[in-house]
């Protein structure tokens, strides 16, 4: 697909006709020429470049380097310019690269289905929701991974990056979506900030689907929102622009905006946890083996759907990518394989020491609202550990934030750790004491640590009792804002792996201490007594015959055999409890980490389509294959297990945390 290539005078009349220009065109420019570039970086100016003034620090340097690399024109709102360089007068520099954008590529969301998720939080794990729905759905059809635009990262089928706001300026998003109607790609989802909707960097996006999750008070400041009625006007926006308005009909002030989307003319898919009336409606949500169950009704199906994602909140971002699903019309069972199948880097992910004592959850969270949901959740799941957090707050931008983000962390924590997160312009230790008197409104304990590592480093050596450590606002990203630059670091996961490594040698633990305390302690074996279970040896794995041992020793039933067949025919005839069959690798990895999720456990319709695809290596295939003929011959569970693991058998026949694939009727 070519981009046509418009003229100085169509870029001319679609200002004029938007009442943009300032001041009549400069004499000698001739309309007819072809614009060829459309930049506001004057390092980026070639012949036929069309340049843009914009930007707080700009530069008179900037006007001469563009004019000396022949630029045809300036668009520009500033009075200065260079000899030269003529000036095309604006009135708004916001309001007019959009529309310039637009223009440049041809409209490409138009040749798009853009999907726009905005709201006080869940939009990244909403989005990502989306994105892995969507994904499964285009291979089902033969077709790649679909587009992403995103506060974690981007993808458009030409680029992939981690991203460092949550929606690009005008000039790179119509850019990302002209690379995705290029390359052939059908669906972008993307964030959409109140600050892109307020400043109009998503003006001239054309959303087939728009969806409202929440609303809270965040981005308050004098460069971002000046209150909250701004910040909230700002979030209705989004419904001018969409084909369909998905509409969460529990969020805060869900009837203004109901009247807001309303107002938008287009048809409303509503979605609710409490209201039975709404289109799309969760009922009996529970969790089940670590896992979140929810029974989804629509107009077009009702199913129960399964969350492998930690987070009982999380419903109501599975929620809005249901809701949009219906506006879309894409299938039942993509919504069901994506929503089991998806993974939000750097959100709610799980990491803990080899006792379990420190259990750490790294999360973007970021805002009161995605705060006070981070800390209810977590207490209860947890209600009897200790709970910490190490955060920050990021410079010159929702100073808010330092005053609620502490009180909220003061309230619910019993340490906190202040440190570094995107500091900028402005000093990490002058934000950090900043934050420091509100959190001492509350019991916690709270020290100030500017080096984020160190903080972290601190916040997992000093966990004495069983304990939650928060990691929040910065998940999986690899770099710092310090001044003006971005600074490439560690990422919270790296550090929080490598301190528990630290924390386990400080306390002489090693991974295998689980399953040796469990053996100390036959009492801890009671739930065992009645069990049958039939194990299949591997040719090698020392351990597996101590634990058989020990299974017995608890008053449970172990049948170990040695031929594979054989395993399968006497659990079918004895309905035993588990049949347990050991693969040389970790079998949950075989599809890779991002699939790791839904290989973990499934049902035998689950496991009949893994084998259907054909993807998994032929060894472990045979195995499941096993697995699947064992659970529809009466076995309760099959479950597959590496070798190589230490005592793997007995943590998992005590329902410790382990890895493997159990398969269940």
Not at 140 to 147: F, I, K, L
Not at 444 to 451: G, K, L, S
Request: proline content about 5%; some cysteine.
């Amino acid at each position: 697909m070519t981009i046509p290539v418009h003229t100085l005078g169509d870029y001319l009349d679609l200002l004029a006709e938007q009442n943009l220009l300032a001041a009549p065109i400069p004499d000698g420019l001739d309309r007819n020429q072809s614009v060829t570039g459309l930049t506001c970086d004057s390092r980026q100016v070639a012949p036929g470049t069309l340049f843009i003034r914009k930007g707080a620090h700009f530069q008179t340097k900037f006007l001469e380097m563009a004019r000396d690399q022949g630029a045809m024109a300036c668009v520009s709102q500033e009075e200065d310019t260079v000899p030269g360089l003529p000036r095309i007068a604006i009135t708004d520099t916001r309001r007019v690269l959009a529309p310039l954008a637009d223009r440049f590529y041809d409209h490409p969301s138009g040749k798009l289905k853009v999907i726009g998720i905005t709201g006080t939080k869940g939009k990244s794990s909403t989005a990502y929701y989306m994105k892995s729905i969507l994904d499964r759905y285009q291979e089902s059809q033969g077709r790649g991974e679909t587009g992403v635009v995103s506060s974690i990262d981007t993808y458009d089928g030409v680029e992939r990056f981690e991203s460092h706001l949550t929606t690009p300026e005008p000039l790179d998003l119509q850019r990302h979506f002209a690379n995705a109607a290029q390359t052939g790609l059908e669906y972008v989802t993307m964030e959409v900030s109140s600050q892109a909707l307020k400043y109009h960097r998503s003006l001239c996006t054309e959303f087939a689907a728009a969806c409202f999750l929440n609303i809270g008070y965040d981005h308050i400041s004098p460069i971002e929102h000046p209150d909250f009625e701004d910040y909230f006007a700002s979030k209705l926006k989004i419904f001018a622009q969409a084909h369909i308005s998905c509409v969460n009909l529990d969020c805060d002030h869900a009837q203004r905006v109901m009247e807001a989307a309303q107002a938008a003319g287009a048809p409303i898919i509503t979605f609710s946890q409490k209201d039975p009336s709404a289109q799309v409606y969760a009922s009996d949500v529970h969790k089940e083996d670590g896992q979140i169950l929810f029974t989804l009704r629509t107009p077009r199906y009702t199913r129960q759907m399964r969350l492998t994602m930690p987070g009982l909140f999380n419903v109501e971002n599975a929620l809005g990518a249901a809701a949009l699903c219906e506006a879309l019309d894409i299938p039942e069972w993509a919504v069901y394989d994506g929503l089991v199948r998806a993974r939000v880097p750097g959100r709610m992910e799980v990491y803990a020491n080899a006792d379990g004592r420190v259990l750490s959850i790294v999360d973007y969270a970021h805002n009161r609202l995605s705060f006070e949901t981070l800390f209810s959740s977590v207490r209860a799941e947890y209600p009897e550990r200790e709970l910490a957090i190490v955060f920050g707050c990021p410079g010159k931008k929702a100073y808010d934030r330092r005053h609620d983000l502490g009180e909220a962390a003061g309230a619910w924590c019993n340490r906190v750790y202040l440190t570094e997160e995107d500091s900028g312009e402005e000093d990490t230790l002058d934000i950090c004491h900043e934050i420091q008197p509100n959190v001492e409104k509350g019991k916690a304990r709270c020290r100030i640590i500017p080096n984020r590592g160190e903080a972290i480093r601190q916040a997992v050596l000093e966990s004495e009792r069983p304990t939650v450590l928060l990691l929040t606002g910065k998940g999986r990203e690899t770099r710092q804002k310090r001044g003006t630059e971005y600074i490439d670091t560690p990422t919270d996961v790296e550090y929080v792996q490598a301190f528990l490594q630290e924390y386990d040698l400080r306390h002489r633990l090693t991974p295998a201490a689980p399953a040796q305390k469990a053996l100390e302690t036959l009492p801890a074996l009671e739930s065992l007594k009645g069990k049958t279970f039939v194990i299949c040896l591997p040719e090698q794995g020392q351990d597996i015959a101590a634990d058989a041992a020990a299974i017995t020793a608890a008053g449970g039933t172990a049948v170990l055999m040695q031929d594979r067949a054989q395993a399968l025919s006497t659990a079918q005839s004895m309905h035993v409890d588990k049949l347990i069959y050991f693969v040389d690798e970790e079998p949950s990895m075989a599809l890779g980490e991002n699939r790791q999720a839904e290989l973990l456990r499934m049902d035998g319709k689950k496991a009949a389509a893994l084998l259907e695809e054909g993807a998994l290596p032929s060894a472990l295939a045979e195995t499941l294959k096993l697995a699947l003929q064992a659970v529809e011959g009466g076995v309760s569970r099959c479950v597959i297990l590496s070798r190589t693991g230490e005592h793997v058998l007995l943590l998992d026949a005590l329902g410790q945390r382990v890895l493997g694939i159990c398969v269940s009727a």
